[in-house]
């Protein structure tokens, strides 16, 4: 659990459909499709904005959107409201198969990338604004290393102290570039770092984490970790993080656990989600989801993500998707595991059928369910197992069967990985009293050995039941004694007779019905 972030938690389990939104984030602001709020700039079907960047500029929090829509742009958009600035001066900016594809901000400067299918014929570059006013200079024109270069990079460090790096991963292949400077920014310097286990996807991202290696994310490959010389020393299952993601960024909580923020994409969903990670064993758990910006298509699968530490144990997730918009959310303080988005039951005679929905879960072992007649207390009929980790909508179902009249109560205790319980909502139903009595023919019918025979009482009395063969003699006798007024049903085994016709009869004080069944072996 995201122990020392604060998230805040939004009771999701009612009885009535909630909305489509994951409790996990307090939102922020959405300029979506989703929520008709698109900027008129941003494109809903061509894949233009791919990538972008977060950071202080001039002393403001910005995102900064590279943009193919109608020509090369770079827009600037307020951070704390997503309202547009204005756009970055392009001049000299030219060249590769898109001149401008990823943004990054470091050190109060705004850097841009363009995205070229190979650099050797195509140099990849990268400008860098100073200031939103600035002409931008060209501080990278690779042409030594071939490959696909621009579906991502990242811009960590400062230029002041030389710690300043660009990571540029190579899509679809298995390698990825690091530039260093040793002169403030003036010039950089290329180095290649080849994946140890040939693993490469498209529109790949790295992300260094001081001291301990790479992150490495793209569509079609797994979440991997390496060390500083390529090495793989983790791959988080695909079954927490699917293939269908790229873009990474970690950071970690206040007590040192280590998250990554990751843009996931797919039919019907564009969003983010927050993972806590263990990078060497590649153990990892599914914490939260951002809101999903939209439905448009998103056939390139590109996206990107950012994260600012807000300084007081929160942070805000930042995510562009292709096609469907941005969205900024604020982690909080207690992660809802499961959002339970209904909760019902009907009766059918002597039988409860419980349904319950989820639209996500993360971390969920599953779902003890409870019953109580109406003034006692609940106690435990069956435990359904959770989907564990889920984007999408799961339906649970039960039967409780064989009920005595009466009102009763249900209830689900959610049941966390790590043991955390959450309670629901309860709700009741009322299983009523037979009005007459009744005698149902059994089922299956024909059958063998064994079936079920169900009768109604609608007072209280001796009941009795037996079973005889055509020549009148009794074979079985299936109940007999004292019963509450209800409905209740018995089983026959006819495993050690012949088939067959046999005769069912019930009694009860002036009340007899008799009825006839088969048994074929």
Same mark, same amino acid.
């Given at each position: 659990?995201?122990?020392?972030?604060?998230?805040?938690?939004?009771?999701?389990?009612?009885?009535?459909?909630?909305?489509?939104?994951?409790?996990?984030?307090?939102?922020?602001?959405?300029?979506?499709?989703?929520?008709?709020?698109?900027?008129?700039?941003?494109?809903?079907?061509?894949?233009?904005?791919?990538?972008?960047?977060?950071?202080?500029?001039?002393?403001?929090?910005?995102?900064?959107?590279?943009?193919?829509?109608?020509?090369?742009?770079?827009?600037?958009?307020?951070?704390?409201?997503?309202?547009?600035?204005?756009?970055?001066?392009?001049?000299?900016?030219?060249?590769?198969?898109?001149?401008?594809?990823?943004?990054?901000?470091?050190?109060?400067?705004?850097?841009?990338c363009n995205l070229t299918?190979?650099?050797?014929?195509?140099?990849?570059?990268?400008?860098?604004?100073?200031?939103?006013?600035?002409?931008?200079?060209?501080?990278?024109?690779?042409?030594?290393?071939?490959?696909?270069?621009?579906?991502?990079?990242?811009?960590?460090?400062?230029?002041?102290?030389?710690?300043?790096?660009?990571?540029?991963?190579?899509?679809?292949?298995?390698?990825?570039?690091?530039?260093?400077?040793?002169?403030?920014?003036?010039?950089?310097?290329?180095?290649?770092?080849?994946?140890?286990?040939?693993? /490469? %996807?498209?529109?790949?991202?790295?992300? *260094?984490?001081? &001291? =301990? !290696?790479?992150?490495? $994310? @793209?569509?079609?490959?797994?979440?991997?970790?390496?060390?500083?010389?390529?090495?793989?020393?983790?791959?988080?299952?695909?079954?927490?993080?699917?293939?269908?993601?790229?873009?990474?960024?970690?950071?970690?909580?206040?007590?040192?656990?280590?998250?990554?923020?990751?843009?996931?994409?797919?039919?019907?969903?564009?969003?983010?989600?927050?993972?806590?990670?263990?990078?060497? /064993? %590649?153990?990892?758990?599914?914490?939260? *989801?951002?809101? &999903? =910006? !939209?439905?448009?298509? $998103? @056939?390139n699968g590109t996206g990107?993500?950012?994260?600012?530490?807000?300084?007081?144990?929160?942070?805000?997730?930042?995510?562009?998707?292709?096609?469907?918009?941005?969205?900024?959310?604020?982690?909080?303080?207690?992660?809802?595991?499961?959002?339970?988005?209904?909760?019902?039951?009907?009766?059918?005679?002597?039988?409860?059928?419980?349904?319950?929905?989820?639209?996500?879960?993360?971390?969920?072992?599953?779902?003890?369910?409870?019953?109580?007649?109406? !003034?006692?207390?609940?106690?435990?009929?069956?435990?359904?197992?959770?989907?564990?980790?889920?984007?999408?909508?799961?339906?649970?179902?039960?039967?409780?069967?064989?009920?005595?009249s009466g009102t009763y109560?249900?209830?689900?205790?959610?049941?966390?990985?790590?043991?955390?319980?959450?309670?629901?909502?309860?709700?009741?139903?009322?299983?009523?009293?037979?009005?007459?009595?009744?005698?149902?023919?059994?089922?299956?019918?024909?059958?063998?050995?064994?079936?079920?025979?169900?009768?109604?009482?609608?007072?209280?009395?001796?009941?009795?039941?037996?079973?005889?063969?055509?020549?009148?003699?009794?074979?079985?006798?299936?109940?007999?004694?004292?019963?509450?007024?209800?409905?209740?049903?018995?089983?026959?085994?006819?495993?050690?007779?012949?088939?067959?016709?046999?005769?069912?009869?019930?009694?009860?004080?002036?009340?007899?019905?008799?009825?006839?069944?088969?048994?074929?072996?």
């Amino acid at each position: 659990m995201l122990k020392s972030i604060k998230f805040i938690a939004f009771l999701t389990i009612f009885v009535a459909l909630t909305g489509t939104t994951f409790a996990q984030f307090d939102i922020l602001w959405e300029k979506s499709a989703g929520s008709s709020s698109l900027p008129s700039w941003f494109s809903d079907a061509s894949s233009t904005e791919r990538g972008f960047g977060y950071g202080v500029v001039d002393g403001n929090e910005r995102i900064v959107v590279p943009s193919r829509n109608g020509g090369s742009f770079v827009y600037v958009v307020d951070a704390t409201d997503g309202s547009d600035v204005g756009q970055l001066d392009m001049t000299g900016v030219g060249g590769g198969t898109f001149a401008v594809n990823d943004a990054d901000v470091a050190d109060g400067d705004i850097y841009v990338c363009n995205l070229t299918i190979d650099a050797t014929t195509s140099a990849f570059k990268v400008y860098r604004w100073s200031s939103e006013s600035a002409v931008p200079e060209v501080v990278i024109e690779e042409t030594s290393f071939a490959g696909r270069y621009g579906d991502k990079f990242t811009v960590k460090g400062s230029k002041s102290d030389n710690t300043l790096k660009i990571y540029a991963a190579s899509g679809g292949s298995a390698d990825f570039v690091v530039y260093s400077t040793a002169d403030n920014g003036a010039t950089f310097t290329g180095s290649q770092v080849t994946l140890g286990d040939g693993a /490469g %996807g498209s529109s790949p991202s790295v992300d *260094m984490i001081p &001291t =301990l !290696g790479y992150f490495y $994310n @793209g569509n079609g490959t797994n979440v991997k970790f390496y060390d500083f010389g390529g090495m793989l020393e983790g791959t988080i299952d695909g079954a927490v993080v699917p293939t269908g993601t790229n873009a990474i960024r970690h950071f970690y909580a206040a007590d040192n656990t280590l998250y990554t923020a990751i843009f996931r994409y797919g039919s019907g969903f564009q969003n983010a989600m927050v993972v806590e990670v263990e990078p060497f /064993g %590649g153990t990892a758990n599914l914490y939260a *989801m951002t809101n &999903t =910006l !939209g439905d448009n298509g $998103n @056939g390139n699968g590109t996206g990107d993500v950012a994260v600012k530490d807000n300084g007081d144990g929160t942070f805000t997730i930042f995510v562009l998707c292709t096609n469907n918009g941005m969205g900024s959310y604020l982690t909080t303080d207690s992660p809802l595991p499961v959002e339970l988005t209904s909760f019902s039951a009907d009766v059918s005679g002597t039988t409860v059928n419980l349904t319950w929905k989820t639209a996500s879960e993360l971390n969920n072992k599953g779902f003890a369910v409870e019953r109580a007649l109406e !003034g006692q207390e609940f106690s435990q009929i069956a435990f359904i197992d959770g989907a564990i980790n889920s984007t999408e909508e799961t339906v649970y179902n039960l039967a409780d069967a064989n009920l005595q009249s009466g009102t009763y109560l249900y209830r689900l205790r959610q049941v966390d990985l790590d043991g955390t319980e959450t309670i629901s909502n309860e709700i009741s139903v009322e299983v009523a009293v037979p009005m007459e009595f009744a005698l149902a023919q059994n089922y299956p019918n024909p059958f063998n050995p064994s079936t079920t025979i169900k009768f109604a009482v609608p007072e209280n009395g001796n009941i009795k039941l037996s079973v005889f063969n055509m020549l009148g003699e009794e074979v079985a006798t299936l109940v007999n004694g004292y019963h509450e007024a209800g409905s209740y049903e018995a089983k026959f085994d006819a495993s050690a007779l012949n088939s067959g016709i046999y005769l069912y009869k019930i009694e009860s004080g002036d009340f007899v019905n008799i009825k006839k069944m088969m048994l074929v072996k």
